[in-house]
């Protein structure tokens, strides 16, 4: 919407008022808005949209005031506002015409409505613009999101009425077409995308020469559709090593009109992040390989929501793309082996703004993809999506973000502050390299508690309401049987051996307590605890419990060189990421020292923090900017390179930490005593250094 | 190159100098430049290159100062300059040291010259800059250029040393390179190519940190090599319904590396631009197919340049391209339809920019084309290349130019006021729609003379040196035979025809002159002439005088509207542009009418003056700038529309001419009395209207 500030005889709203109508120039009115309580005197005989745009109040139009788009519907509030000064009503409007009654009767026009560009003022009158007219919108947030989204996305629309050719006065078709947008929607100078001409020619002579076109950034004119157009679409897209989702949006509402998602081909390429790094690095075609796969899962998935959505692909203009490092190269058919390796150099640490085509995207010829910014060789364009949901700048408290993987990227700061690192946890996390462990999928065990007296488990299983004790769970369970032990799951089994005095702090299962229950059975030199018998037996050894105290300890070193280095003692608050954040009580991951001490009622999932963030950037041009700065901001902590890493590693493997107190979790659960002059377990092997996941 | 001026610490030349010296600091020299007359005082120690730099003196230097790319080549000049108040000697530079020596042997450093990078000012110089070492040599014309072309190419070279990923400063490739352009050569907030990013990480490691990037408009960092490069070229490509033409440029010289032409092969959908139109209209796909063959054309031509000098497709960053209304659209995939019929809109009047991988050409991944801007429905971007190459406007006498075609494009004008216009003069001067007519080929005559006395012929054919009355014609005229007549042909017959009395001036054959030779032989109700007898008999026809009168006619009547416009009576200069231009015999085009009178030592050849506009626009961007500016304040006059055009048409098909006076030609040559009280014939058909050609 072209900014007509001041004034009446707004230049650039020639078209306001479709139906013709007399200014009786000898009086006029005021004229109040609300929400924004901007207010004018405007001659008799203004259009509301008309005198909106002289006021800058934020209200929709398409049409350029035509009547036709139905977008910049207002009320003319009943009463006598003392405050104001005026009295307002319906009848300080021109009464309805028949382009509004027509548009009421196609069911557009919703009741007590007016259309702001065919109401006419006739008096003192208060109007209202609903949030459905208001070109910034917020969307509603989810329960778990952070932060509220005001819709302003690089996308405009503009209905727009063509001169036709004139003998007499040659011109181009796009001549004309700038000329008009200058004329009526005060957009000057515009850039065109070369790629709109041939498109051009067609949609003016199709929709006699009234067209609507898309404009990026204000500054440049990307699309044309003949008449009058009302819809265009964007795309956030989240590339995980293991999954991949998509989230179709209508850019003018910010509404998510379609969902899609899928596992990651590459998989086959490789299982973790690492594998896949080494594949590129011994496969000659390797990376394009993977890229090739991934980009074909990514445009499967966008033509899949479109379909549901029962939409265009010609109506996608946009899309936005988070990932971690290894994915954001590999999407960009970027070579990863520099990212398996020290200096972990990334190919570029700004966004990346590219057109769809060049990643294999079916959608409008002039889609482009914004990629959201790495932000170090570990440190991704997911964890970028992770910050700009969670704005941590914006608090004077301090935050811990962790989006937990094969690494876990690790966020600390406040509005002066913001530090990044990722911890090399390994996969245990996530069921790998763990003797029952699995991924998160039906059959697997995500939830675990053990009865500290008898040592007898209960436990839920994914697919399966009842939980292991209660009636019915045989039957839910079926066929497909308990299959293994999720990351949830094994964090709780082993959080809940440790409040037992099953497992001691130091992690060695306490040999005294294998005569108290058959659980406790014994496997090679130590002891493992039998959590359900079967095909195939589901157990936690001392080899996981070993894996867990790993990858926790190299969480929690990453998050204490954080803290020290911010000089603070704990968090004031602490958001758990991604799906494993959702699935896991954080009681329990406190309880084994995975993450910090802090008020347990101030540690919640933030969900797909990531996509979350991709959305964002789909939506609000201005949080690009804004994430473009504040990642060069943040101060990058290598771990790899932090001599009190190792320091902080070694004293954090026993449970649940050796070396810290942890007063809030005290507080909230009995934790066992810990044994006088207790020295944490030396870890037995060095972890390969993985990109973070 | 960066503007460092004034000042001696200029910091951007940091890496200037590359053989480590000491500064006197209390000592300083004066340094004149030639041929610029720049000067400044500098400590002794001073590198060459440094000076010029600080003095804004044109150096050229793609190795930042490092003595790898032997550009900066200078000369001490000796003597004493009294003007200057200095002796100067090649030995107040340091001597020559290992880098200079290694420099020399290989071949690359010219005797006498130094590297401006190595040679230190050691006293009071004067330095000579040969035009090879400047950045803005100017490139030496061809006889018929009207400009001198100085050497701005959008695209510039820069070597730099990058610095290595640092695990303590993580930072991106891209961002390190970018540094690394800022401080070593001022380059700025340059935007990068997203294409870059895929080469990036292989070019800096498998050039151990040093690249050379091209940067487009000292803003857009568009590609990048490992080590030292030193070649980028570009090609001007010149789209003619007949025939296409592509030169291949050195950017950095000028130099034409290679050219390669070949027949549109759009001539298998229609001979001339109205059938091609109609292809188009009355075939579905006709429109893309027709630009998929010209796209393929051009693609097989650029490749064939390229193999032709043996230069790598993944060099050419870099096209410029002319064509008439109708190829301008096809090559750009635009519906050439309302090209058609009237009002003859264009898509666009500007000039495009858009990736050349758009246009199917196999060049560098971010190649891109600029289309000169097209000026009227049917004035082309080939006019505007005539325009760019011919620039009437640095004159304050009159240009007439003239391109000849199926239509004729026609710019009369002055430093003050420009016009185009463009005449529907049909095929007939291309040697269609004539009885013996063909086009320009072996086989074709293309000169004639018949004396006046006994009306015997003489004549030149193509591809054969001796005239048909001398020796050893007929031999070599071999196998081939006659077949046919050119447009210069049959201008110059019917021209000798007119001047020996046998057609007289109102373009009828005099019955009186058939008993005068046997080789006016009866035809119809009227005559022919017969050149020579064989198959096919080569005749001028009545019909074929007729044919030309029609075209010749619309020509002047063209260039008449443009006279009258501009109230002058006759230009002061004529430029016929095309080949067809540089054939032609301008007395006998005078003696015809076709061009209107004027000193015939004013009249001459432009030679292929869209090519040459093209070269231009690749070798100058400031070129762009001004044809863009140009072309929009032309005055273009629509010759359907103008009332008077068919006046002046019907009064041009006289011989030479109905109404004005041609005191010019009647000097030079005897022309035959008018007959008191001669009226022109009126023309018998009207035309068809066809775009330009």
Redesign the interface.
């Given at each position: 919407m072209p900014a007509l500030r001041g004034g009446v005889a707004a230049a650039g709203a020639g078209a306001v008022g479709g139906e013709r109508h007399i200014v009786n120039a000898a009086r006029d009115a005021l004229v109040v808005f609300s929400p924004s309580g901007k207010r004018g005197r405007f001659p008799l005989g203004t259009p509301v949209l008309q005198a909106a745009r002289a006021l800058g109040v934020d209200l929709e139009s398409i049409c350029g005031g035509r009547g036709r788009c139905a977008r910049c519907q207002v009320e003319a509030v009943e009463g006598e506002f003392a405050r104001e000064g005026i009295v307002s009503g319906a009848d300080h409007l021109s009464p309805p015409g028949e382009t509004e009654r027509a548009c009421r009767e196609r069911g557009r026009l919703r009741d007590g409505l007016r259309l702001g560009c065919q109401a006419l003022i006739e008096g003192d009158v208060r109007i209202d613009v609903p949030a459905s007219s208001q070109v910034h919108q917020q969307v509603v947030r989810k329960d778990y999101e952070a932060r509220v989204i005001e819709i302003d996305p690089v996308l405009s629309l503009h209905f727009v009425v063509v001169s036709?050719?004139?003998?007499?006065e040659?011109?181009?078709?796009?001549?004309r077409l700038l000329a008009a947008l200058d004329t009526e929607w005060g957009l000057r100078d515009l850039e065109s995308d070369?790629?709109l001409?041939?498109t051009?020619?067609?949609a003016l002579r199709d929709g006699d020469w009234q067209v609507t076109v898309a404009v990026r950034d204000g500054s440049r004119l990307v699309a044309v559709w003949p008449g009058l157009h009302e819809r265009v679409l964007g795309a956030a897209v989240d590339v995980g090593s293991t999954t991949l989702a998509v989230e179709l949006c209508d850019l003018a509402s910010g509404e998510v009109v379609a969902t899609a998602g899928a596992m990651n081909p590459q998989i086959r390429f490789g299982e973790d992040l690492m594998s896949r790094v080494s594949y590129a690095m011994l496969n000659p075609d390797g990376a394009a390989r993977m890229t090739a796969a991934v980009r074909s899962a990514i445009d499967d998935l966008l033509q899949r929501a479109l379909r549901d959505a029962g939409q265009s692909a010609a109506d996608v203009l946009e899309v936005t793309l988070v990932g971690n490092p290894v994915m954001h190269h590999l999407v960009?058919?970027?070579?990863p082996a520099?990212l398996g390796s020290?200096?972990?150099?990334?190919?570029?640490?700004?966004a990346?703004?590219?057109p769809a085509t060049?990643l294999g995207m079916g959608l409008h010829p002039a889609a482009r993809v914004w990629v959201l910014p790495?932000i170090?060789?570990h440190v991704g364009a997911d964890t970028a999506g992770v910050l700009l949901a969670e704005s941590p700048w914006a608090r004077s408290e301090y935050s811990l973000l962790i989006d937990v993987g094969t690494n876990a990227e690790i966020v600390l700061g406040n509005r002066d502050r913001l530090l990044a690192a990722s911890s090399p946890t390994g996969p245990a996390f996530e069921g790998a390299q763990v003797s029952s462990g699995q991924r998160a999928a039906p059959g697997a065990i995500e939830r675990v508690r053990i009865d500290p007296q008898t040592l007898e488990p209960r436990y839920r299983v994914i697919g399966v309401a009842p939980w292991s004790d209660e009636e019915g769970f045989e039957e839910a369970l079926g066929a497909t049987g308990v299959t293994g032990l999720c990351g949830s799951g094994i964090i709780e089994a082993v959080a809940c051996l440790f409040l037992a005095g099953v497992v001691r702090p130091d992690g060695r299962f306490d040999p005294d307590m294998a005569a108290r229950s058959p659980r406790i059975v014994p496997q090679g030199r130590t002891f493992a605890y039998r959590i359900r018998s079967g095909a195939p037996d589901i157990r936690v050894t001392q080899e996981d419990v070993r894996a867990i105290q790993l990858a926790k300890a190299a969480l929690f070193a990453g998050v204490q060189l954080l803290l020290d280095r911010l000089g603070i003692e704990r968090p004031d608050r602490i958001r758990l990421a991604g799906a494993f954040g959702s699935v896991i009580d954080v009681t329990y991951a406190m309880i084994l020292g995975l993450i910090p001490d802090c008020p347990l009622d101030r540690v919640s999932a933030a969900g797909n923090a990531a996509g979350t963030g991709a959305r964002i950037a789909l939506l609000n041009r201005s949080a690009r900017a804004e994430i473009e700065q504040r990642t060069r901001m943040i101060e990058?902590i290598?771990t790899?390179?932090e001599a009190d890493f190792q320091r902080h590693f070694v004293e954090a493997m026993a449970l649940p930490h050796g070396a810290r107190e942890f007063p809030n979790l005290a507080r909230a659960v009995a934790l066992p005593a810990r044994p006088v002059g207790s020295v944490a377990a030396a870890p037995r092997r060095r972890r390969r250094r993985a990109p973070r996941d």
């Open positions: 036709p050719p004139d003998l007499h040659p011109s181009g078709d796009l001549q070369p790629l001409l041939p051009l020619q067609s960009l058919g970027l070579d520099p020290a200096p972990f150099a990334l190919a570029t640490d700004r990346v703004d590219l060049r790495c170090a060789g990058k290598e790899a390179v």
